[in-house]
């Protein structure tokens, strides 16, 4: 049988950094995120019992390596839950840019766990499919879930499972989120390998837990302000640990800093405006309906590509003539 998904990508909210088990993915702590949307993944899946072999294609180009054995661990997952051992086919596009921290492994497990799930047959709510997902890559777990969503820490997947918050509906509807575009690679797995050599990991997995609470009541209450303040302090946070493990990772280029610049000038100004970054160059300057197109001026005027997102839904099934093959 064959099936296709489609899921939006997400922003790091309050990360998670560094894995307790790399097998099953199952993070240190919760995490939140919010989807956006308009970029999307769309993935279809085919079990065949033609194949001899599983087959994986991103964007017209073969996947091998480890890039094919996480997507394997997504497909073995749905084979043992539906009791099959017929090989897949997955096809996979993106419509935004990959590799400058966009959230792009999120989406992409999301829509392929989504999709696989269809076509093997099993019948299973959102946060069940988030826990196939996770196997991939643990955002992909939010990426399903959708809107704002929290991914709980644990060690099974009855605790390491997503669920999306009850936003605020004034909330979910009237963020704005300007992309500022720098399209440097970045390289997430190296740095949540050795996430626990930093000697800031263990402040910040304490302080992480105030960032949760924080960041729970404020999307409940739909206050813009301390949901975004929250992010920016949360991106700081993370980066300081990144950048003190042993190989030193510092993910921002100068483009960065100028828009970290730029948003704080906005603010002085009287513009809603903060910034956030996951793991990557690229930044996320968070804002509302009202002041987007000011925020987006004056991001685009450091020099760098824009795009506006809003917060996007769960990952979802389409219809049979959207295949990929």
């Not at 999307?40 to 054995?69: H, K, N």
């Not at 400058?100 to 999120?106: E, R």
């Not at 440097?184 to 992480?208: I, L």
């Amino acid at each position: 049988m064959k099936a296709t998904a489609r899921a939006h990508p997400i922003q790091g909210l309050v990360k998670y950094h560094g894995m307790r088990d790399h097998d099953a993915r199952y993070p240190y702590h919760d995490s939140i995120s919010v989807c956006t949307a308009p970029a999307s993944t769309t993935t279809t899946v085919a079990f065949d019992d033609d194949l001899d072999a599983d087959e994986y294609v991103i964007g017209d180009e073969r996947v091998t390596g480890r890039g094919a054995e996480r997507i394997e661990s997504v497909l073995d997952e749905v084979r043992e839950r539906a009791g099959i051992e017929t090989r897949a086919k997955l096809v996979s596009e993106n419509d935004f840019p990959t590799n400058i921290g966009l959230g792009s492994s999120a989406s992409g497990f999301a829509a392929a766990a989504v999709a696989a799930c269809e076509a093997a047959g099993l019948d299973l709510s959102h946060p069940e499919m988030s826990t196939i997902a996770r196997r991939g890559s643990a955002s992909a777990a939010r990426a399903v879930t959708g809107g704002y969503s929290d991914l709980g820490g644990g060690l099974s997947d009855a605790e390491c499972r997503s669920h999306r918050l009850d936003a605020a509906e004034t909330l979910e509807a009237d963020t704005r989120i300007v992309i500022a575009e720098v399209p440097a690679y970045k390289e997430t797995q190296a740095a949540h390998d050795e996430a626990e050599e930093s000697h800031m990991f263990d402040a910040r997995r304490v302080h992480v837990e105030d960032q949760l609470a924080e960041m729970r009541d404020a999307v409940r209450a739909g206050d813009t302000e301390r949901v975004f303040e929250t992010a920016e302090h949360d991106s700081l946070s993370l980066a300081a640990t990144t950048m003190t493990g042993p190989e030193g990772w510092v993910y921002w280029q100068p483009e960065t800093l100028a828009v970290f610049e730029t948003v704080r000038d906005l603010r002085d100004d009287g513009v809603p405006a903060w910034f956030s970054t996951d793991t990557g160059a690229t930044v996320y300057v968070n804002t509302d309906a009202e002041h987007v197109d000011a925020v987006e001026e004056a991001v685009a005027a450091t020099g760098v590509d824009t795009r506006v997102w809003e917060v996007g839904g769960p990952a979802r099934l389409l219809d049979d003539d959207a295949a990929l093959f």
